[in-house]
Structure formats: C-alpha cells, structure tokens
C-alpha cells in the first residue's frame, strides 16, 4: 500500500513516479527573505503537475515538510483536479527553518506530532502523509536536528511510512545511517536525497551498500554541475550492482525553476528532456535496448514503488 494525499492506492498503481518534487512550499514566514523560493500559488502548482503528466509521470513525492510551509488541502484539490498522484511529506525539514520553532520540543512530542501526520492528517486537516522527513545541516548536525531524526526513525518504526533524509549539500548521509541505526531502524527503508550536489560515487556506493536508496535530484541545474557529471554518477552506481537503490527527482523548489512562474525547466523535463538524453548517452556506451529500458523502469517504477510501499511496524 502507498499512502497519496487522496487516500491509500495499491503499490502497483504508482506507475511512473519523479521522487522528489515541490509543487507548494515556502520558507516560515519569519525567515522567508528569498521570494523565488515562495511557491504558494495552487493555480501555478496545477500548471506543473498537468506538464508533469502531459510527458508521461503518472506520481510525484511532494518533499515540502511543516517547517517548509505543505499545504495538504491544496495538494488533494490539485490531484483530484489532475488525476496526479500526489505523495505528501509528514515531518520536518532542517535546522536552518525548524531549530527556534522546535527549540522546547521533546523527542516524544515531535514522534508524536509525525505519527498524526500519517496516521490522523497534517496541520489540523484529513489529508495524511505517505512519507516521513527529517534532515541535517552543512557537515553538521544541530541538537534540534538530532531530535528530529530521532523522532522521525520511531515515527517510522511506529507508522511503517518511509524516511526520506534531507542533506545539505550531499553531506552528514553516513552520519544519519549511524543514527538511524542507533534507532533500530531498518536502512532499506530510507532515502536519502540531495546527492548530487556531492557527485562522490564512493560516498554514494557506500551509502548504497547499506541497502539505503539515493535519491537523486537536481537535474537541469547546471549551476552545479553539468548533466554529464550526473549521467556518470548514475553510471558508476549502476555498475557497482546498485541500479535498485536509485530514485530520480527534479527538486524544482524556486520560481525561476518553473514554467508556470516564468522560470524553467519545470516539470516537464526530467520525463521529457532529460530521459531521452540519459537513453542516448547509453546507447552510445553500447548498453542494449533492453537495458536502457530496463534501468527506466527501475528508476522511475520500480524503485518508486518498493521505496515508498508501507511496510509492517516494528
């Protein structure tokens, strides 16, 4: 089963799913000083999600937490007006918008809070996550960042709800596996995202190698890297064994990310640009037809389904 902001589907009905997106997110009010990173507009959020499927996406994680401004009513609407399956994110983001917001709350209380995300809905209303975050900060974690991962890895061990960890810059990925191990948590049962600001295959093999998925985002922005570091990362892992531990993500939180704000590539280009390149660069390196095809399916159904499926509490 796989928990979507209009109730539970089965996992086969997933389909073709982007594992990280935002279609609403901000900010919290008091530390919002960067407006291209303000996108509250649902009629701009339906915008991307109808490019979204108009290239074939049939799902999509909505990675934006309490701390990063979700609005669940607002994403139900947008699916059952879409017909886009829409997976939303219970718990937190990271100490830079959550450590003075939950500077006085316990481990309980926050494990508390997560598991009524999942269970009950998220901020007073009846729609319910289907994942849960936490995340960390640059090469460090902060006290309420600790609390949060903690609570987060009972949450999860409470709801049976995947962990999805947020990296600042690709960094503290082993840091969160140790926790999380201190927690009893199951690792297969996590992803980790934001990898790919730190293209290390080392780092991302041994991450793998725990049986932890990479969540792979930040495709197009080629501020930081061009598209061919990402291909070559991709590839390293795959040939490492590890093409069932990869999910695929746009990442796209800013305006000038999104079509629908004046700004690209939107949603539309991991399925619509993107893939067609990743198809082409393979056949050049002499992978067969039914590999490239199958790698496809890994990335974007397989991988999406067995990732995001509830699994039993424990």
């Known amino acids: 089963m796989i928990r979507t902001v209009t109730g539970d589907i089965h996992s086969n009905d997933l389909g073709f799913t982007y594992s990280h997106e935002h279609l609403l997110g901000a900010p919290p009010v ?19 999600a109808q490019a979204a499927l108009d290239v074939g996406v049939r799902s999509l994680y909505e990675a934006s937490a309490w701390d990063y401004s979700r609005q669940p009513e607002d994403l139900r609407r947008i699916s059952e007006e879409t017909g886009l399956q829409i997976i939303a994110c219970g718990g937190f983001n990271k100490g ?5 917001l939950l500077a006085d709350h316990s481990i309980e209380q926050l494990q508390a809070q997560i598991v009524a995300d999942v269970t ?43 962990l999805h960890g947020h990296t600042e810059t690709g960094t503290m990925a082993i840091t969160q596996l140790d926790m999380l191990e201190e927690e009893g948590v ?8 934001h990898l790919m600001r730190n293209p290390d295959p080392y780092v991302h093999k041994q991450i793998a190698k725990r049986g932890t998925y990479l969540c792979y985002d930040g495709f197009a922005k080629i501020k930081y890297f061009p598209e061919s570091t990402r291909i070559h990362v991709i590839l390293d892992v795959v040939e490492a064994g590890y093409a069932d531990r990869i999910l695929i993500g746009g990442d796209l939180a800013r305006r000038t990310d999104l079509t629908a704000y ?10 619509g640009a993107w893939l067609p390149r990743f198809r082409d660069e393979l056949a050049q390196r002499h992978y067969s037809q039914a590999d490239i095809d199958e790698l496809v399916r890994l990335f974007f159904v397989e991988n999406p389904k067995r990732y995001f499926t509830f699994g039993e509490p424990y």
């Open 30 to 48: 008091h530390k919002r000083v960067d407006e291209d990173l303000v996108i509250l507009d649902p009629a701009m959020a339906k915008v991307e």
């Open 262 to 271: 004046t700004g690209g590539p939107g949603l539309h280009y991991i399925a």
């Open 186 to 193: 199951d690792l297969n049962r996590v992803g980790i995202v």
């Open 96 to 100: 830079e918008w959550f450590d003075d």
């Open 120 to 162: 009950t809905g998220m901020n007073g209303t009846t729609v319910r996550a289907g994942a849960i975050k936490y995340g960390t900060s640059y090469n460090r974690v902060t006290p309420a960042e600790d609390r949060v991962l903690r609570a987060a890895a009972r949450a999860h061990r409470q709801t049976g709800a995947v």
